[in-house]
């Protein structure tokens, strides 16, 4: 009998708690059902994507929670930031550490696997985009080493993530002919300096770079040098992105006819200025693009050719040498010295490094994105990036304090801190929202004490999956050697 009251009793107090938590949640108002607030997910999950962001960009998107859950709209947006960031972390494990404070689920337990599926279907990929745009424009410092010729250095370049072999995403993506997995496309800018991805655009890998690249030209800005690689230049993108008010720095394809361009000046530091123009092929190329059979010639435009060898030498004296052409809109030999330019085109690397972070470290090798559709897969890489930029910002802070260069800080060094600092830190008081420390000092303080990169070692490796089997990295020394131009002496245009 005394054994039933005991139980009675418990179960009395049992009911009495879930009441309370229950009362404290109506209280709490709105952030007791799931609104993010510093109180239930604590002080660094903020750090992924402010509050203020998201909330923003789901009434940019137009998305409106149906009725009040734990999986609002909100904590599903940081749900899905949070899987980017614990890559081989299940959902339920991350779910768990996003909502635990939330006082219903100390009642009803935490939202499962199914239900967070569910809850991301009810976020378009369009809130995604908006966190990631609105969050990538709040840019961290720089330093000098991100300038050159005080300008802002930056890159354009696509790469590809491969999706989840479902028939919807087959039919939503372009499977390449020898590949085993449907693949999205992303195009991006990035800073050069810091690996900021500072714009992007995303579709199906069936969707060219250069198509996505025309989408993204409008996202250059004055004060900017951007670099690109041979395969983005064409007469009209070159017209419509020097037009943004950027300055531009591409390489073209090597050959005497390969670039629509007449020789007009040969330039005291080897470098020479050109006029282009648009080839036959361009302008027909551009009329079906359009559609517009009467479009005419673009008009002649002054741009600035330099041609420059690279000699590269290990320590047992092996020497390659390849041949590069870039053109450029600084104009000025005497400002912006041939060999410098040529020097500075080795910044554009700084856009496959940001990839590889990317897709490696971040991403992990080996594994394809959660979502099992195309709407799932568009916000699963707006959050990957999203996440990225945190990373890159708690880098950037690091270098900032210490006073080095960001490149120093360790990304992958990061990026294990920040899961074992979200995984462990309980988060401040329920009460009073005291933090002891503050997290987000600590995180920073145990970045800081990490060992730094050897950033300034000049080193090559193989790049394809055959060299990769017989070669290895290696240092080398470089030598840049301005050339004659390879061009038409005479009015001749090149037929491209």
Known sequence: MA???????????????QLEVLRAAVIAGPAGFGVLDERLTGGLWPMLADAAIVERARVAAGHVDARQRVLTGAVTVMIVLGLCLFRRESTAVVTARVTSRIPRTRVEGTPSAAAVSKARGRVPSAVMRQVFTAAARLTPAVGAESYAFGLLVTAIDGTVFDLADTAEMRAGFTTPSK???????????????TRWVIAARIGSSGVSEQVLADDLIGELRPGTVNLADRGFFSMDRWVRASGTGAQLLWRVKNGARSLPARLVEVLPDGSVLVELVESDAMLSRRRKTSGDRSLTRLPPVLARLVE????????????????????????????????????????????ELTYGRLKTTLREPGTRLRGQTPELAYQELWALLTVYNALVRLAVTTAVDLN??????????????????LATNPGPCVNCGHHDPDPATTLITAIAAQ?????????????????????????????????PADLPKHSKTAKV
């Open 3 to 17: 054994d039933s009251a005991m139980v009675s009793a418990g179960a009395v107090r049992q009911a009495a708690d």
């Open 179 to 193: 590949g085993r997995f449907p693949q999205a496309r992303m195009v991006a800018v990035v800073a050069c300096g």
């Open 308 to 351: 420059f060898t690279v000699t590269s030498r290990d320590r047992s004296g092996r020497t390659t040498i390849s041949r590069y052409r870039v053109l450029t809109t600084l104009l000025n030999h005497t400002r912006y010295p041939a060999p410098k330019i040529a020097a500075l085109y080795a910044e554009r690397w700084q856009i």
């Open 404 to 421: 080095i260069d960001p490149d120093a800080v360790s990304f992958a060094a990061v990026l294990a801190l920040t899961r074992a600092h």
């Open 451 to 483: 060992p730094f990169n050897r950033h300034t070692r000049t080193r090559t490796g193989p790049r394809t999956t055959t060299q990769r089997k017989t070669e290895r990295t290696r240092d080398v020394t470089y030598e840049i050697t301005i050339s």
